[in-house]
């Protein structure tokens, strides 16, 4: 079972940068794939970016693309979501959530995919 805490979220202004963290305990993430999405209010869960457990693996939504950076720190079982040149459209709520595989490769674009989210952190971008 693997218990997982997102924290960073907050206001920031319109071309602020926020650094969201996802912390694992319960299990050592590295054979994890980790994912962010976000769900905007009266919206649905959208896939933000994707990692897989050796980093080769990093997907994005082309919303994001060349914005925010997804990174993870295997020793310390915490993933990154370094989010740059906000914008208000980037205002939800964000999770992170863990997929077990046995692929160093892996990563997915789907909810349905990963087994594990954690409660999220609101992120809410000022104009």
């Known amino acids: 079972q693997v218990q997982l805490v997102e924290s960073g979220g907050g206001l920031v202004q319109a071309g602020g940068s926020l650094r969201l963290s996802c912390a694992a305990s319960g299990r050592s993430l590295s054979q994890y794939a980790i994912a962010w999405f976000r769900q905007a209010p009266g919206k649905e869960r959208e896939f933000v970016a994707a990692i897989s457990w050796n980093s080769r693996s990093t997907p994005y939504a082309d919303s994001v693309k060349g914005r925010f950076t997804i990174s993870r720190d295997n020793a310390k079982n915490t993933v990154y979501l370094q989010m740059n040149s906000l914008k208000p459209e980037d205002t939800a709520d964000y999770y992170c959530?863990?997929?077990?595989?046995?692929?160093?490769?892996?990563?997915?674009?789907?909810?349905?995919?990963?087994?594990?989210w954690g409660q999220g952190t609101q992120v809410t971008v000022s104009s």
């Open positions: 959530a863990a997929d077990f595989t046995t692929n160093p490769y892996y990563s997915s674009r789907y909810g349905t995919e990963y087994d594990y």
